[in-house]
């Protein structure tokens, strides 16, 4: 098997296609900026592929190295319970791969500080701070 890694950027999905937009830019954002990295989204509902269908096909492809990355602003329900059953099912049905569950991409500090900085410039704040 090769060393080869991939991050599935998973998020909660939506009836509007629409709505998957800012993790379609973020997929493709994260493939110039590291092409050798496979990276695929993936959606708990209302949209496809699901988790288990595109960590299927990356452990097809022979993709030892799978990172899930929630897409979520915090670690609510779906993050403290379903995500951790359908990533260890995952593991149950691929266990020539490792998968790695990542926190809520909202929760990681550089996040945080970007959302804060989009609202300062929003609120009109950040010229009165200069």
Aim: charged share 20%; aromatic share 4%; glycine share 8%.
């Amino acid at each position: 098997m090769s060393d080869a890694h991939a991050v599935v950027l998973f998020g909660h999905g939506a009836r509007d296609p629409e709505w998957a937009r800012s993790m379609q830019r973020t997929r493709d954002h994260l493939r110039t900026q590291a092409p050798a990295l496979r990276v695929e989204l993936a959606f708990l509902e209302f949209m496809t592929p699901t988790l288990d269908e595109a960590i299927a096909a990356l452990a097809r492809d022979g993709i030892p190295h799978i990172t899930v990355v929630p897409m979520f602003i915090a670690q609510g329900g779906h993050l403290k319970s379903d995500v951790p059953r359908l990533v260890a099912s995952a593991r149950a049905l691929h266990a020539g791969c490792e998968i790695t569950l990542a926190p809520a991409v909202g929760e990681a500090d550089g996040v945080i500080a970007a959302m804060a900085n989009y609202a300062l410039g929003c609120s009109g704040a950040a010229s009165a701070a200069d």
